[in-house]
């Protein structure tokens, strides 16, 4: 679809090859909003495109780490409970550092020495 323009032709197609109903004019002299409006759709599509890209490259890292660390465990001889200490290890981690402060209360120079209990001693034997 075209139109003259005095003795201008102007084509009524967008660069994906639209038909539309904005003369394809160069970017400068388009109306700022209808620019805006055609790239922010464009960035919207790339954003996504790059998040989906980025969200398939993370799973496949983590299929990757994953049968690695089966792999290690199949090839030492081990079994459920290797698993199952793997999986439990973040929480042990975080009791461990939530214990950080107390050690460190209890390792400053004033901190007064608390002897631990042994196993005889509770067992009344002295």
């Not at 792999?71 to 461990?96: Q, S």
């Amino acid at each position: 679809m075209s139109q003259m323009l005095g003795e201008q032709r102007v084509e009524l197609v967008d660069a994906k090859g639209r038909e539309t109903a904005m003369p394809a004019l160069p970017e400068a002299e388009r109306p700022a909003a209808i620019v805006d409006a055609h790239h922010r759709d464009d960035d919207l599509r790339i954003v996504v495109l790059e998040m989906l890209f980025e969200m398939l490259e993370a799973v496949l890292g983590l299929l990757v780490v994953a049968v690695h660390v089966l792999a290690g465990i199949a090839v030492g001889g081990g079994g459920f409970r290797d698993l199952l200490a793997l999986a439990i290890a973040p929480a042990y981690v975080a009791w461990k550092v939530a214990l950080a402060p107390a050690i460190a209360r209890a390792s400053r120079r004033g901190a007064e020495w608390v002897r631990t209990e042994r196993r005889e001693e509770a067992k009344g034997r002295p």
